[in-house]
């Protein structure tokens, strides 16, 4: 288990029990291979105890061990990565092959996934704090892409963060410092978890080699707006 504390923080979590609050600490929790679906609210609670951890927080689940987590710093942002592909997730573009291996139910939970701390020390105002997680999760996705042909797992999470008292920031896309930022760690914190965790592994190469994942093989219907079609 991995504990992050800053006094008077604001934290928005896609995970469980997530939203926005303020508190003083986060938390990313290794659950054990084979993991059952449990109460996650007392087995939390327990695993604090166990380590002695005092206050409750945003939390996220991981089956990758905390000694992969890699932490990278740039600037007002620093983030934390853990990075497993046991159960990954691919949405292809073109049609749909034959032969390709369905995926297992993305409901599952399963051990992996794809969990990000992202915080800054400037204050997030108006929507800002929900643009560190679309900015995170593209960095995510580009760098899952790159590096594995896979643009996530089944269960990824983040959790994003700021200073509410820090330099105030209405913009947090790709082209402000704070975005440019959390690009720029997101990608090297999880290259480097990723690496630490398949050292002596290659990574999966399909969806169908992998222990779990889903590929998205269904296609929507699609169709203009009513009223915006040529001639009217």
Known sequence: MTRLRRTGTR??????SGGDREAERA????????????DIESYLADRLSEAGFEGDGPALLTGVDQRHARIA?????????????????????GPDREGDAPGSNPEERRPGTVNLF????????????SGLVATATEAKTATLLAETGF???TSDAVIVACDPAGEPVEYVGSATEVGNAVRA???????ASLRSRYAEKRYPESVAEATYGIETRERATVETIPGTEPGK
């Open 185 to 191: 760690c997101v990608r090297d914190a999880l290259l």
């Open 151 to 153: 643009s996530g797992t």
């Open 27 to 38: 938390y990313n929790v290794t659950v054990p291979e084979g993991w059952p679906t449990v």
């Open 118 to 129: 992202v915080g800054t020390t400037c204050a997030c105002v108006d929507g800002a704090l």
């Open 73 to 93: 710093r740039l600037d007002s942002v620093t983030v934390l990565a853990t990075a497993g592909l046991s159960n990954p997730a691919t949405l292809p573009l």
């Open 11 to 16: 934290w928005l979590s896609t995970g469980w």
